[in-house]
């Protein structure tokens, strides 16, 4: 039995998962052509956006879609789940992509060059994607297709972000093939986003598949949830502090930053850095300020190798310098 | 025995998953580039081994005067062949290409009017400008700033009211507004409410208007840019109109900024801008500060509501019988609630309605015969169809109504016939709800309710339903309108109106009768003419009952209207409305029904260990309140998974051996393994949210009840 079930799941995993989705809506028996991948794929040439729901891992259903039945467009992937992703950077691969594309197909230069002849990584999102625009399509042939995984991942929920993700989508020669797994995924968008712009199709295919690499940056939950101390949760205290508080946390950071092999800061050392900027004016000012840190576990206290007590932040060197970069 | 995927024992991953593997932390990559294999037009289909030695030419264009005869005689016999893929793919973008003309033309012809008035207003607005402040050719090109008094520095201001609180719809009348500007020689700039954000500032939306009308410029937001453009070569003949689509979703100080720098610069660039109000007329007065709205020169213009350009819709694309497509009455009636409840918008309706129409060409084999169906004197092309096509037979017999064609010598005969009759039923079924709609727009009907029941099958009865064996292939039934419907209205109306004429005819004629007669009335002759009067006239009115009874005959009532009618009512329904709040939540519950396996028990409600780790998690937290208590939680999962190990091994094995123990002490690790990977996976769906602070122990349910 379960030998079945794991046969199943590979088939979905490898070939059968591409035709799944139509298959799950319609009844194959009575129309065999519903079960055809090429459907979903004129779906995408229609200028339809594919958005694939449901629970389980779609990261391997997606890429096996696009090496099966896309190998004639280039196919950009974007990992979604990661907590960081730089936009511009995708759409210049895109861009880039496209040019070749175009110059391959054509033999000849593209109809449209990039504003003023500049490298394509010295202009602006507006200019990229005014180029992208720019592109012709009356042909309907010459197409990058952006694969996003979690649309809805961590980097990608901003406002602005699935702005520039819906004037990409809406870009002629792109077309988005994605998938959301959050439950309230809809709510990123709004009309023109979705009607105009990413005219999304909706598949449902629930493959069960584990969140291997979408699951990755999750903390685990039997851990102990205060090592997951995480940039945003401390960026959050501090900004709901003063201003002369957030200075004598950096004060701390930058000498934590400056010695990395260091078991942390004196408080003596501290106060006088801190009186020298002008941000206290007596030990009971900081005293109030540490106080604060402490309750909130941006700073904690432990004991040096000369048995004084110095203060250290609980983060990684990473997070810190993270978390300076967003607090100025 | 764990057979579900998370509790399956480690696999060999498949193959992708080793390539993509190295590029899971990596942001984004290349995941193939394009194949050149030839410079012709790529076809994404290949054909199967079998069927690449035919090739074959299928005229679609349902041409009589064209029949392709080189035609090869092998046949692909499968109806999934791909060259079939390839003709419905083909069919279906000459289908598409002529509706989106079709609609294109409405949406336009509704708006002609008032563009030609914006037109006008424009224009007029330019020559008052030029009027007020005769600038000569030199002080254009002087340099900033130009002294005027307080009137040459306001602005005209078209404020369209869009009637219609979701703008979406009217992007695209914007747009044509602009291309319409354009030809008259207007040098014309769309921007948005997101070019007028706080976060980017006046910056932004001169730069946008630079980047849209000189897109040499260099990427500075500088006004005088512009200005020095305007003065360029004969440009001055024309104004600079701005058009803004949705100023209500604008930011209020960033728009009175650039009003006002646009009115310093008024002179130099003689603007007009062109703003669209979704609410009231009085939005702007609440948007702007009164400095601004000084700048401003008013002046409004309506645009039609939304229901109007449906009805416009419905009419030209749906029941003129120029398109090659249509839908049935579910999918009309899910089209209408998604129109009215759901969403609102003519847009979505369109994309519902090209949605519909690839998944008709997608799904449906003999769509592709669809384009020509309703045009003339194609019999000779459907016969030559039907030869060259000999699989189209076979295939008609999955459509329902095939078995009625025994009449026929010859199939080809019986298909060819089904056709003409599918055109003529098609034609009749159009005129008569055109003649609906014309009574319907008399009493302020929606087009959309005349549509549905006129599509309604079960409005329609057959004449002999039991009579199976009839050689008559054609329906001869009658179409009888639901009480209170809208075609019974419209009916009653009719009915209305020609009572309205009686009396009129009654009066006029009575009244010649008695000039002519004088006080010789010869009574009976009065009376036997308004008595003949009267049967014409309830003639007429019969007539035109009888019309709408036997000639409105629902396309699901007329054998092959498969070929061009799309009935997928729920496929429709997927594509076009992801719901996945229910349907991530249903997955978890019932994974039983997608993964279908045997192992889980064939009821949902009962927990087996066989289950998928998650859909157990989720199942045992429908048990808890808004939080869940983490140790509960884990010992129920725990229990649960090791419910039927448990039970196995304490028959044949020793529970004190140290084996045992190690085994366990692995298994927990396992199971905890197990629990914070289903807790992770919750957390990505949103169905969780993790421990607070105050209380680190409990995490939280976010969805409740599907």
Request: hydrophobic share 40%; net charge positive.
């Given at each position: 039995?379960?030998?079945?079930?794991?046969?199943?799941?590979?088939?979905?995993?490898s070939?059968?998962?591409?035709?799944?989705?139509?298959?799950l809506?319609?009844?194959?028996?009575r129309?065999?052509?519903?079960?055809?991948l090429i459907s979903i794929?004129?779906?995408?040439?229609?200028?339809?956006?594919?958005?694939?729901?449901?629970?389980?891992?779609?990261?391997?259903?997606?890429?096996d879609?696009?090496?099966?039945?896309?190998?004639?467009?280039?196919?950009?992937?974007?990992?979604?789940?990661l907590?960081?992703?730089?936009l511009?950077?995708?759409?210049?691969?895109?861009?880039?992509?496209?040019?070749?594309?175009?110059?391959?197909?054509?033999?000849?230069?593209?109809?449209?060059?990039?504003?003023?002849?500049?490298?394509?990584?010295?202009?602006?999102?507006?200019?990229?994607?005014?180029?992208?625009?720019?592109?012709?399509?009356?042909?309907?042939?010459?197409?990058?297709?952006?694969?996003?995984?979690?649309?809805?991942?961590?980097?990608?929920?901003?406002?602005?972000?699935?702005?520039?993700?819906?004037?990409?989508?809406?870009?002629?020669?792109?077309?988005?093939?994605?998938?959301?797994?959050?439950?309230n995924?809809?709510?990123?968008?709004?009309?023109?986003?979705?009607?105009?712009?990413?005219?999304?199709?909706?598949?449902?295919?629930?493959?069960f598949?584990?969140?291997?690499?979408?699951g990755?940056?999750?903390?685990?939950?039997?851990?102990?949830?205060?090592?997951?101390?995480?940039?945003?949760?401390a960026?959050?205290?501090?900004?709901s502090?003063t201003?002369?508080?957030?200075?004598?946390f950096?004060?701390?950071?930058?000498?934590?930053?400056?010695n990395?092999?260091?078991?942390?800061m004196p408080?003596?050392t501290l106060?006088?850095?801190?009186?020298?900027?002008?941000?206290?004016?007596?030990?009971?000012?900081?005293?109030s300020?540490?106080?604060?840190?402490?309750?909130?576990?941006?700073?904690?206290?432990r004991k040096?190798?000369?048995?004084?007590?110095?203060l250290?932040?609980?983060?990684?060197?990473?997070?810190?310098?993270?978390l300076?970069?967003?607090?100025? | 025995?764990?057979s579900?995927p998370?509790?399956?024992?480690?696999?060999?991953?498949?193959?992708?998953?080793?390539?993509?593997g190295?590029?899971?932390?990596?942001?984004?990559?290349?995941l193939?580039?394009?194949?050149?294999?030839?410079?012709?037009?790529?076809?994404?289909?290949?054909?199967?081994?079998?069927s690449?030695?035919?090739?074959?030419?299928?005229?679609?264009?349902?041409?009589?005067?064209?029949?392709?005869?080189?035609?090869d005689?092998?046949?692909?016999?499968?109806?999934?062949?791909?060259?079939?893929?390839?003709?419905?793919?083909?069919?279906?973008?000459?289908?598409?290409?002529?509706?989106?003309?079709?609609?294109?033309?409405?949406?336009?012809?509704i708006?002609?009017?008032?563009?030609?008035?914006?037109?006008?207003?424009?224009?007029q607005?330019?020559l008052?400008?030029?009027?007020?402040?005769?600038?000569?050719s030199?002080?254009?090109?002087?340099?900033?700033?130009?002294?005027?008094?307080?009137?040459c520095?306001q602005i005209?201001?078209?404020f369209?009211?869009?009637?219609n609180?979701?703008?979406?719809?009217?992007l695209?009348?914007?747009?044509?507004?602009?291309?319409?500007?354009?030809?008259?020689?207007?040098?014309?700039?769309?921007?948005?409410s997101?070019?007028?954000?706080?976060?980017?500032?006046?910056?932004?939306?001169?730069s946008?208007?630079?980047?849209?009308?000189?897109?040499?410029?260099?990427?500075?937001?500088?006004?005088?840019?512009?200005?020095?453009?305007?003065?360029?070569?004969?440009?001055?003949?024309?104004?600079?109109?701005?058009?803004?689509?949705?100023?209500?979703?604008?930011?209020?100080d960033?728009l009175?900024?650039f009003?006002?720098?646009?009115?310093?610069?008024?002179?130099?660039?003689?603007?007009?801008?062109?703003?669209?109000?979704?609410?009231?007329?009085?939005?702007?007065?609440?948007l702007?500060?009164s400095g601004?709205?000084?700048?401003l020169?008013?002046?409004?213009?309506t645009?039609?509501?939304?229901?109007e350009?449906?009805n416009?819709?419905?009419?030209a694309?749906l029941?003129?019988?120029?398109?090659?497509?249509?839908?049935?009455h579910?999918?009309?009636?899910?089209?209408?609630?998604?129109?009215?409840k759901h969403?609102?918008?003519?847009?979505?309706?369109?994309?519902?309605?090209k949605?519909?129409?690839?998944?008709?060409?997608?799904?449906?084999?003999?769509?592709?015969?669809g384009?020509g169906?309703l045009?003339?004197?194609?019999?000779?092309?459907w016969?030559?169809?039907?030869?060259?096509?000999?699989?189209?037979?076979?295939?008609?017999s999955?459509?329902?109504?095939?078995?009625?064609?025994?009449g026929?010598?010859?199939?080809?005969?019986a298909?060819?016939?089904?056709?003409?009759?599918?055109?003529?039923?098609?034609k009749?079924?159009?005129?008569?709800?055109m003649?609906l709609?014309?009574?319907?727009?008399?009493?302020?009907?929606?087009f959309?309710?005349?549509?549905c029941?006129?599509?309604?099958?079960s409005?329609?009865?057959?004449n002999?339903?039991?009579?199976?064996?009839?050689?008559?292939?054609?329906?001869?039934?009658?179409?009888?309108?639901?009480?209170?419907?809208?075609?019974?209205?419209?009916i009653?109306?009719i009915?209305?109106k020609?009572?309205?004429?009686?009396?009129?005819?009654?009066?006029?004629?009575?009244g010649?009768?008695l000039?002519?007669?004088?006080?010789?009335?010869?009574?009976?002759?009065?009376?036997?003419?308004?008595?003949?009067?009267?049967?014409?006239?309830?003639?007429a009115?019969?007539?035109?009952?009888?019309?709408?009874?036997?000639?409105?005959?629902p396309?699901?009532?007329?054998?092959?209207?498969?070929?061009?009618?799309?009935?997928?009512?729920?496929?429709l329904?997927?594509?076009?409305?992801?719901?996945?709040?229910?349907?991530?939540?249903?997955?978890?519950?019932?994974?039983?029904?997608?993964?279908?396996?045997?192992?889980?028990g064939?009821?949902?409600?009962?927990?087996?260990?066989?289950?998928?780790?998650?859909?157990?998690m989720?199942?045992?937290?429908?048990?808890?309140?808004?939080l869940?208590?983490?140790?509960?939680?884990?010992?129920?999962?725990?229990?649960?998974?090791?419910?039927?190990?448990?039970?196995?091994?304490r028959?044949?094995?020793?529970?004190?051996?140290?084996k045992?123990k190690?085994?366990?002490i692995?298994?927990?690790?396992?199971?905890?393994?197990?629990?914070?990977?289903?807790?992770?996976?919750?957390?990505?769906?949103?169905?969780?949210?993790?421990?607070?602070?105050?209380r680190p122990?409990?995490?939280?349910?976010?969805?409740?009840?599907?």
């Amino acid at each position: 039995m379960a030998v079945e079930t794991r046969r199943r799941r590979r088939s979905l995993g490898s070939q059968g998962i591409t035709f799944w989705p139509e298959r799950l809506a319609a009844d194959p028996g009575r129309n065999p052509v519903a079960s055809s991948l090429i459907s979903i794929s004129q779906t995408s040439r229609c200028g339809f956006g594919l958005l694939m729901y449901g629970f389980g891992s779609k990261k391997v259903l997606l890429e096996d879609f696009a090496s099966t039945s896309l190998t004639d467009y280039g196919a950009l992937v974007l990992n979604g789940y990661l907590p960081s992703i730089n936009l511009k950077q995708v759409i210049i691969a895109i861009c880039e992509m496209l040019q070749d594309q175009l110059k391959t197909s054509r033999k000849g230069s593209v109809r449209k060059k990039a504003k003023t002849q500049q490298p394509l990584s010295f202009q602006s999102m507006e200019d990229l994607l005014m180029f992208l625009n720019e592109q012709p399509s009356d042909d309907n042939e010459s197409f990058v297709c952006l694969i996003i995984h979690n649309i809805d991942g961590p980097a990608l929920r901003d406002f602005e972000t699935q702005q520039y993700l819906a004037r990409l989508a809406s870009c002629s020669p792109v077309r988005v093939i994605a998938s959301t797994d959050h439950v309230n995924a809809p709510l990123l968008w709004d009309k023109k986003m979705v009607h105009t712009q990413f005219n999304w199709c909706w598949y449902h295919v629930p493959t069960f598949a584990p969140y291997k690499a979408e699951g990755v940056f999750f903390p685990l939950i039997l851990a102990g949830s205060s090592a997951a101390q995480s940039t945003k949760t401390a960026l959050v205290v501090l900004q709901s502090l003063t201003p002369n508080a957030q200075s004598v946390f950096k004060v701390l950071a930058e000498h934590q930053l400056a010695n990395v092999k260091e078991e942390g800061m004196p408080v003596n050392t501290l106060y006088t850095k801190c009186r020298e900027k002008f941000l206290v004016s007596s030990q009971v000012t900081l005293n109030s300020h540490l106080t604060e840190f402490k309750d909130h576990e941006l700073v904690k206290v432990r004991k040096h190798s000369d048995g004084q007590d110095c203060l250290y932040i609980p983060l990684t060197t990473e997070s810190l310098e993270r978390l300076l970069q967003e607090l100025v | 025995m764990a057979s579900c995927p998370s509790s399956d024992p480690p696999s060999p991953p498949p193959a992708s998953d080793g390539i993509s593997g190295n590029h899971n932390l990596q942001p984004f990559f290349v995941l193939h580039k394009a194949s050149h294999s030839s410079s012709a037009p790529r076809k994404t289909y290949e054909r199967s081994p079998a069927s690449k030695k035919t090739k074959r030419r299928i005229d679609l264009s349902g041409s009589p005067s064209k029949p392709s005869k080189n035609v090869d005689d092998s046949l692909p016999t499968d109806p999934s062949d791909p060259i079939f893929d390839q003709l419905r793919f083909d069919a279906f973008n000459r289908t598409w290409s002529k509706i989106d003309t079709t609609i294109k033309d409405v949406l336009r012809k509704i708006n002609l009017n008032l563009f030609d008035d914006v037109r006008c207003w424009v224009q007029q607005s330019f020559l008052t400008i030029r009027a007020t402040s005769p600038v000569p050719s030199i002080a254009i090109t002087c340099p900033y700033p130009l002294s005027t008094d307080a009137l040459c520095k306001q602005i005209p201001t078209a404020f369209i009211c869009t009637k219609n609180a979701e703008f979406v719809d009217d992007l695209l009348t914007f747009q044509e507004l602009g291309e319409h500007l354009k030809c008259s020689g207007c040098h014309v700039a769309n921007l948005s409410s997101l070019d007028f954000s706080a976060k980017h500032g006046i910056g932004s939306c001169i730069s946008s208007l630079l980047r849209t009308l000189v897109p040499d410029a260099a990427d500075v937001a500088d006004i005088s840019v512009l200005g020095s453009w305007y003065s360029e070569f004969s440009r001055h003949d024309n104004p600079v109109v701005v058009i803004i689509d949705d100023m209500e979703r604008s930011n209020g100080d960033v728009l009175a900024e650039f009003i006002l720098m646009m009115s310093e610069w008024a002179i130099k660039i003689p603007v007009i801008f062109i703003m669209g109000v979704a609410t009231t007329v009085g939005a702007p007065k609440r948007l702007l500060p009164s400095g601004a709205l000084r700048c401003l020169l008013p002046c409004k213009f309506t645009l039609g509501t939304p229901c109007e350009r449906m009805n416009a819709l419905i009419e030209a694309v749906l029941v003129k019988p120029c398109t090659r497509f249509t839908i049935s009455h579910k999918v009309a009636v899910f089209l209408r609630s998604y129109f009215l409840k759901h969403d609102g918008t003519v847009t979505s309706f369109i994309r519902a309605l090209k949605l519909a129409c690839i998944k008709h060409f997608s799904m449906e084999h003999l769509s592709f015969l669809g384009y020509g169906v309703l045009q003339d004197d194609c019999e000779v092309a459907w016969l030559h169809k039907h030869e060259i096509l000999p699989d189209v037979c076979k295939y008609t017999s999955i459509l329902s109504l095939h078995k009625r064609e025994k009449g026929f010598e010859r199939a080809g005969d019986a298909f060819v016939n089904g056709l003409n009759e599918l055109r003529r039923l098609h034609k009749n079924w159009g005129s008569i709800v055109m003649c609906l709609f014309e009574t319907g727009k008399f009493n302020k009907m929606r087009f959309f309710d005349i549509f549905c029941e006129a599509l309604d099958p079960s409005s329609y009865t057959l004449n002999c339903p039991d009579d199976t064996s009839s050689t008559d292939i054609f329906p001869g039934g009658v179409f009888t309108p639901a009480k209170g419907g809208s075609i019974a209205q419209a009916i009653y109306k009719i009915h209305e109106k020609v009572r309205e004429l009686q009396l009129i005819m009654r009066s006029v004629d009575g009244g010649k009768i008695l000039k002519e007669n004088g006080a010789d009335v010869d009574k009976s002759e009065f009376l036997h003419a308004r008595k003949s009067i009267s049967s014409i006239n309830e003639k007429a009115a019969t007539l035109l009952e009888t019309i709408v009874r036997n000639l409105l005959v629902p396309f699901e009532c007329i054998p092959f209207h498969e070929i061009i009618c799309f009935k997928h009512v729920h496929i429709l329904q997927t594509a076009l409305i992801g719901d996945p709040r229910r349907t991530i939540q249903v997955d978890l519950l019932k994974s039983r029904a997608h993964l279908q396996c045997s192992c889980c028990g064939s009821h949902d409600s009962v927990i087996s260990s066989s289950m998928h780790d998650t859909s157990i998690m989720y199942k045992l937290a429908q048990e808890y309140g808004d939080l869940i208590n983490l140790h509960d939680w884990y010992q129920s999962f725990k229990a649960t998974i090791l419910g039927s190990r448990s039970k196995t091994k304490r028959k044949g094995q020793s529970p004190a051996s140290k084996k045992m123990k190690t085994a366990l002490i692995e298994g927990d690790a396992m199971i905890q393994a197990r629990f914070c990977r289903a807790v992770i996976e919750l957390q990505i769906t949103g169905l969780l949210r993790m421990p607070s602070k105050r209380r680190p122990d409990f995490v939280q349910r976010v969805a409740f009840g599907l």
